[in-house]
T-cell receptor, first 113, second 114 residues
């Protein structure tokens, strides 16, 4: 098992669809993150969960809804997305302390038609 | 406005030579910096980090230099190998107690030519 696993790897959805991205970490970490990577833009932090509590919501539109049922699983629920939401969505985890490295999954490449 | 900037979108280097990737930041509160490497279809993987109390950190072929007065850091890869061809991201942490918020640059695509 790799450290951080994301499914699906690729997703194509229409603007009226509802879909969910899943992330699972097997590292015993306490913090989990969603990042968005658009072409030619920096990785943008979307959400942070630490010990299952959301500690950061970086002004993300409500059409993105995170869920963290336990410290090993993280979901990103998607509904009524826009074409500009097409991007690589990366999940990451860490111990949950300041100044430590993040472990990333391989990402979900999302295309919104 | 971007707080972490990687002004070179791409870099090509001959195998065996030195690769130097640069990163500038604007926030003087940043006190911890990381470099990540990303291959296509994979997530970023951690490469090396440096705390603001140091000006250099070395790990094998990889060395990171930090110039706090210039708000500049660089990653040196010596000698460069074809397997080093990837996109390299620098990231900075505000260092406020209890925060886990890293600010990333846009990345530099390194191509090492055999």
């Amino acid at each position: 098992e790799t450290g951080v696993t994301q499914t699906p790897r690729h997703l194509v959805m229409g603007m009226t669809n509802k879909k969910s991205l899943k992330c699972e970490q097997h590292l015993g970490h306490n913090a989990m993150y969603w990042y968005k990577q658009s072409a030619k833009k920096p990785l943008e932090l979307m959400f942070v969960y630490n010990f299952k509590e959301q500690t950061e919501n970086n002004s993300v539109p409500s059409r993105f809804s995170p869920e963290c049922p336990n410290s090993s699983h993280l979901f990103l629920h998607l509904h009524t997305l826009q074409p500009e939401d097409s991007a690589l969505y990366l999940c990451a985890s860490s111990q949950g302390h300041t100044n430590e490295k993040l472990f990333f999954g391989s990402g979900t490449q999302l295309s919104v038609l | 406005d971007q707080q972490v900037k990687q002004n070179s979108p791409s870099l090509s280097v001959q195998e065996g030579r030195i690769s130097i990737l640069n990163c500038d930041y604007t926030n003087s509160m940043f006190d911890y910096f990381l470099w990540y490497k990303k291959y296509p279809a994979e997530g970023p993987t951690f490469l090396i980090s440096i705390s603001s109390i140091k000006d250099k950190n070395e790990d094998g072929r990889f060395t990171v230099f930090l110039n706090k007065s210039a708000k500049h850091l660089s990653l040196h890869i010596v000698p460069s190998q074809p397997g080093d061809s990837a996109v390299y991201f620098c990231a900075a942490s505000p260092g406020t107690s209890g925060t886990y918020k890293y600010i990333f640059g846009t990345g530099t695509r390194l191509k090492v030519l055999a």
